[in-house]
């Protein structure tokens, strides 16, 4: 059983974990700054595809956090990452943000909307009804579906929006076609996270504020979990899974440490 302190590698979530709408939660400055002086190799990741990373890190620069833009992991790189290996050099329609076409320019993929090998789905602001019949019918002619992420809402200042889910499953049901969901919580996304900093699963652990996300995925890959009481999960939730994360902590001010000795309690 693996222990807080022999933890050499870690995964945590954005959103409720290191920041609140664009405020830094307690502590998120001080353990990314940990996390540097100590050389420990670390992504915060996104189901978020809108954003490249390096506009993550220039909002997260904003906020007052020091995260560079190769230690960002989104479920658009994540997307990528995946359908370069199963085909590389290949085409997709893409309904989606810069965040998400430029992850698959730099995989090599090519835009179409000719005959195209996929059909990738991810989040954006301005969902076309024209682009959704599009999608429908290069899936009936034989494109395979692939969705960022499962997020059938996410928030902003007006309250929850449609999501990537939500248009996953209006094309879903117009085809009778489910798509391969890349993002959390498919465990996949963090084994592509942990392929690209070199971590290993068993010295590696994942932070997240959302049960049904990150610590699913989490246990499903094999990694250390921890659920921050910051965000979405509380004890009530918490209560009604069948798993539980390895630790819960009331936020990421509890990994701070001025003696790595004490890293081990809480």
Known sequence: MTRRDEIECWLTDMDGVLVHEN????????????????????????????FTPRDLSARLRASGLNVPEERI???????ADFLKSQM??????????VGLTTALHEAGFIMTET???????????NYS??????????????ARFIATNPDATGPSADG????????????SKATGMEPYVVGKPNPMMFRSAMN?????????????????TDIVAG????????????????????????????????????????????????
């Not at 939660?25 to 978020?48: H, I, R, S």
Request: no cysteine; charged share 20%; aromatic share 6%.
């Open 23 to 50: 405020s830094p939660l307690p502590g998120a400055a001080a353990l990314l700054q940990q996390w540097a002086d100590a050389g420990t190799p670390f992504l915060v990741l996104t189901n978020n595809s809108i």
């Open 73 to 79: 992991w989104t479920s658009a790189l994540a997307t």
């Open 88 to 97: 590389p050099g290949g085409t997709a329609f893409v309904i989606g943000e």
């Open 115 to 125: 005959n195209p090998d996929y059909v990738v789905v991810g989040e954006t602001r």
């Open 129 to 142: 009804f024209e682009a959704i019949t599009k999608a429908i019918r290069l899936l009936l002619a034989g």
């Open 160 to 171: 929850p929006m449609p999501a990537t889910g939500a248009i996953a499953a209006l094309i």
């Open 196 to 212: 690209k900093i070199g971590a290993h699963s068993e010295n590696t652990a994942m932070i997240g504020d959302r049960m049904d």
């Open 219 to 266: 246990i499903e890959a094999g990694l250390y979990t921890l659920l921050v009481m910051t965000g979405i999960s509380d004890e009530a939730e918490v209560s009604r899974y069948p798993f539980r994360p390895d630790e819960i902590i009331s936020g990421v001010d509890k990994l701070v440490s001025a003696e790595p000795v004490e890293s081990d309690e809480i």
